[in-house]
């Protein structure tokens, strides 16, 4: 499991740019704790280890990753729609677990408690069992 994170310059994926994106969590039994500083690198070599680390890992996990980081790196990174295609079908994104969980009767401050204990076990690899 490889968790993600960006910050930008702003919203606009057309007219802002990635400032920096933090990578967490293994490639396989190899640990990452990475973080990618386009701000102060430029954009290569930091697109290249982030599209080799994405398409390496097995799963990955981000914050409403779905409709906004991944959307936001192919726009300002030129990443082909194929590949950011491909990182969406191995996404696990807590904010799209949360909206189906309240419309079964789970109150929402229940899922904000328990997100980021759900993203630990994530990133260890234990809550497959709980998700699935």
């Not at 960006?6 to 920096?20: P, Q, R, W, Y």
């Not at 409709?67 to 807590?94: N, Q, T």
């Not at 789970?106 to 630990?120: A, D, E, G, Y």
Request: net charge negative; charged share 15%; glycine share 6%.
């Amino acid at each position: 499991m490889l968790a993600f994170d960006i910050e930008t310059t702003g919203l606009d994926k057309s007219t802002h740019a990635v400032t920096v994106v933090s990578l967490y969590g293994s490639i396989g039994q190899i640990p990452v704790d990475t973080v990618l500083n386009f701000a102060r690198d430029g954009v290569e070599p930091n697109r290249t280890v982030l599209m080799d680390h994405m398409a390496r890992a097995h799963c990955l996990c981000a914050f409403n990753g779905a409709r906004f980081d991944i959307p936001f790196l192919m726009a300002a990174l030129s990443i082909p729609s194929e590949v950011g295609s491909s990182w969406v079908l191995k996404l696990c994104d807590p904010f799209e677990v949360i909206p189906c969980s309240v419309a079964q009767g789970t109150p929402l401050i229940i899922l904000l408690t328990l997100s980021p204990l759900l993203l630990l076990l994530l990133i260890r690899g234990d809550a497959h069992s709980i998700i699935y």
